[in-house]
C-alpha cells in the first residue's frame, strides 16, 4: 500500500498542481523500487469528458509483458463480478508515469468512470468497491497460485 487516505504523496503542498502531481508520482516510484514486491497494482477511478463513456480499462507495463494474462484475468474477473463493461486490455503508453518501465511487473485498474453518473453512483457503494477489490485480489492469488503450481512441476 503506498496510501491509505485520499491524500497524496507529495512532498509540499506549497508548489502547483503539476509540480505536486510529479513529486506524488515520484514518491510511489521510491516505494516501488525500494519494495520487495512481486507485483503493483495501481487502482484508478477514470474521468472523460464525454459523460457516456463507461466500463473497465487495464493496462500493464510494456516491459513486463508476461503479467498480460493476468491483467486480461483481473478485468473478466471485475466485469463477471459487477457486470461492468470491459475495454481491450493493453500495454500502457508512455503517459502513464508509473507504467514507463517500472522494475517490477505492474498493471493499472481503471476500474470505472467518475464522469458517468451511473458508474459513479456504483464506485460511491460500498459493496461494489469491495466486490472490485475481492475480484482483483481473487485475480492476484489464482494468478501466483497457477504460476508456483508450474514451478514445482
Known amino acids: 500500500m503506498t496510501r491509505m487516505g485520499d491524500s497524496g504523496l507529495q512532498q509540499s503542498a506549497d508548489v502547483s498542481l503539476r509540480e505536486m ?3 506524488d508520482m515520484s514518491t510511489r516510484l521510491s516505494i ?3 519494495s520487495s514486491s512481486d507485483l503493483f497494482v495501481s487502482i484508478h477511478m477514470n474521468y472523460f469528458e464525454q ?3 463507461n466500463g473497465l480499462h487495464i ?3 510494456k516491459n513486463h509483458a508476461e503479467i498480460a494474462p493476468l491483467a486480461e484475468n483481473i478485468q ?3 466485469s ?3 457486470g461492468a463493461k470491459t475495454h481491450a486490455v493493453k500495454t500502457a503508453d508512455k503517459s502513464l508515469f508509473l507504467m514507463k518501465n517500472p522494475p517490477i511487473p505492474a498493471i493499472l ?4 468512470f467518475l464522469s458517468n453518473a451511473e458508474e459513479e453512483r456504483k464506485l460511491n457503494n460500498d459493496d461494489y468497491q469491495s466486490r472490485i477489490a475481492w ?3 481473487d485475480s492476484v492469488e489464482k494468478y501466483y497460485m497457477l504460476s508456483d503450481d508450474a514451478k514445482e512441476k
Open 21 to 23: 502531481k510529479r513529486s
Open 32 to 34: 516501488m523500487k525500494k
Open 51 to 53: 459523460r457516456s463513456v
Open 59 to 61: 493496462f500493464y507495463a
Open 76 to 78: 473478466a474477473r471485475m
Open 80 to 82: 463477471e463480478i459487477t
Open 109 to 112: 485498474v481503471e476500474c470505472g
Open 135 to 137: 475480484a482483483i485480489a
